[in-house]
């Protein structure tokens, strides 16, 4: 039997299976978010010390030169963190942040100063001024004073120009001083450690060059923990930053998840509790600036939100999305809406209809309440909102017509061709189309390759939006998969290539993910879905002629 005979023969199951699998993952996905998981129990409800920034409130970022933090918010904050932690690190002088020191001593809290450096030599040096004083004036509330942050990283200073400011500042105080950067960067600079007083490295195993799972993060902090103490003897080393964030993309196997930071700062704890190890979890405070910079998951590391609130607890199970009945919610309201849709201008008859409409409905619906999620957790701006409302809308409208057609053709009589009306090209603002969904067809594909290009070439920060492009995804397959008794005419020269760039950096996004990106993988699926009717379609018409 050759494959197009065959093709035909199945393309109504098939479109079924597609249907119920499509509904039945919407389903499953939100139940499993809402589903206790069961972790390993923190030995402590402590934490020796944690990375603080004020700037958690809407449109607050230390980018804005006039910021300035009261005094008075940052007592309010320290005298909540106080019950939590013995420290906190700082990262600048600037915008409020000197009275610190002060405000810390008052609640029996110590503090990791930090002198921000980058490359203005103006700002560098008014930070040196400032944090000199403050270490003389709140000396007693001092456990470190920390010289730059990633500045090599950043590339910002030479090791030289950097090596002279620790230096000088380690000249002017007692007060241990030294200096903070991704623990590989530690390795190319060496020189330095010999003008701090002890090492404070970053590692971060979700911002690893080889990302690292949750199930294997704290062991790698271990392992380089361990390295880094063989490398650099006889000096006393301290991670200045590790932790995990709640939300974001996942690279490669590590996800960005609410019970993955939860397991990753339990299972920290309990190894922290086994060595002697100083230490400092990044951060307190979830800070949405950050997402101008790392995209979603850059404002997502704090153990508690920007309402202060503790996002999860340190013993006991977490729950990723106690909402997720609101998810089902709307599948259920999706699936009246496609009914009540379905019922206008019907041309079909019989309960196949309704079903694949319902089916269609319930999954279109909880599709969209994960494109919800992603835009609570990713809009910054009144633009970034109307944008993702506005696709969101769209793909809803395209999801409803190919609903229509799919639950007419289900509903027909097997032999398609009996009803089906030839193939007609139609004529728009001058450009011919091959039927009346091309328009729809084209926009979702030009909008997915666009955003396809920016995944595989500048990627790193990205979402993986995959809740938005499914509804206009899986119906063009469903719809192409019932076509398949009707004429086919050849798709626009614009389809085809745009269905060739889709095919082509979905199997990219996969790659440069090593396939370990579970995520990767549905979006690849998505982009097949979309481009491989059309090259079906370009495949069918071109032998028919």
Excluded at 29 to 34: A, H, I, N, S, V
Excluded at 353 to 367: C, K, N, Q, R
Excluded at 426 to 438: C, E, K
Excluded at 500 to 513: N, P, S
Aim: contains cysteine.
């Amino acid at each position: 039997m050759p494959p197009q005979t065959a093709l035909v023969r199945f393309a109504r199951p098939l479109a079924w299976i597609v249907l119920v699998a499509a509904a039945v993952f919407g389903a499953a996905y939100w139940y499993l978010l809402g589903r206790p998981v069961t972790l390993p129990d923190s030995p402590t409800a402590k934490i020796a010390c944690v990375s603080y920034a004020p700037f958690r409130l809407k449109g607050e970022t230390p980018f804005d030169p006039r910021a300035f933090v009261p005094p008075e918010r940052i007592e309010a904050d320290l005298k909540a963190l106080s019950q939590r932690f013995d420290c906190v690190r700082t990262y600048s002088m600037g915008q409020g942040l000197g009275a610190v020191p002060d405000i810390a001593g008052r609640y029996g809290m110590k503090v990791l100063m930090g002198i921000w450096l980058g490359r203005d030599p103006v700002a560098n040096e008014r930070e040196v001024q400032l944090g000199i004083a403050a270490a003389k004036r709140d000396h007693d509330s001092l456990r470190g004073i920390v010289v730059g942050n990633e500045v090599m990283l950043r590339g910002e200073l030479s090791e030289k120009a950097l090596a002279a400011y620790i230096a000088r500042v380690n000249a002017a105080t007692d007060v241990p001083v030294t200096y903070a950067d991704v623990w590989e960067f530690w390795e190319r600079h060496q020189a330095l450690a010999k003008v701090t007083d002890y090492l404070t490295i970053h590692i971060l195993p979700y911002w690893e060059d080889e990302p690292v799972a949750p199930e294997k993060a704290v062991q790698h902090v271990a392992d380089v923990y361990q390295h880094m103490k063989g490398e650099f003897a006889g000096k006393q080393i301290m991670i200045g930053e590790t932790g995990w964030p709640s939300e974001g993309r996942t690279r490669r196997d590590a996800s960005a998840s609410l019970v993955n930071e939860a397991r990753y700062v339990r299972e920290f704890l309990n190894y922290a509790a086994t060595v002697d190890m100083p230490y400092n979890v990044i951060e307190a405070f979830d800070q949405p600036w950050k997402r101008d910079l790392e995209g979603t998951v850059g404002g997502y590391w704090g153990i508690f939100d920007v309402d202060a609130q503790p996002k999860f607890p340190m013993t006991g199970p977490v729950v990723e999305e106690p909402r997720w009945t609101w998810a089902i919610a709307a599948g259920a309201g999706g699936a009246l809406l496609f009914l009540l849709a379905g019922a206008f201008a019907r041309r079909w008859h019989g309960a196949a209809g309704w079903v694949a409409l319902a089916l269609a409905g319930f999954a279109s619906g909880t599709a969209l309440a994960a494109h919800a999620r992603l835009l609570l957790f990713a809009c910054r701006t009144t633009l970034e909102w109307a944008t993702g409302i506005g696709v969101g809308v769209i793909a809803l409208f395209t999801a409803l017509t190919l609903a229509r057609a799919v639950a007419s053709r289900l509903a027909s009589p097997v032999n398609l061709a009996a009803v089906a009306p030839p193939a007609v090209e139609r004529r728009r603002l001058g450009i011919t189309y091959s039927d009346a969904f091309t328009p729809q067809r084209f926009f979702w594909m030009f909008v997915l390759a666009l955003y396809a290009i920016l995944m595989v070439f500048n990627g790193r920060y990205r979402d993986f939006p995959v809740g938005l492009f499914a509804l206009p995804c899986v119906g063009f397959l469903l719809l192409a998969l019932l076509r398949t008794r009707e004429d086919v005419l050849l798709p626009l020269v614009e389809e085809r290539l745009l269905a060739l760039i889709i095919a082509g950096l979905g199997v990219a996004v996969v790659v440069q993910e090593l396939g370990a990106n579970v995520v990767s993988w549905g979006w690849m699926l998505l982009s097949f879905a979309l481009a491989l009717p059309v090259l079906s379609a370009w495949r069918a018409a071109s032998r028919a002629r």
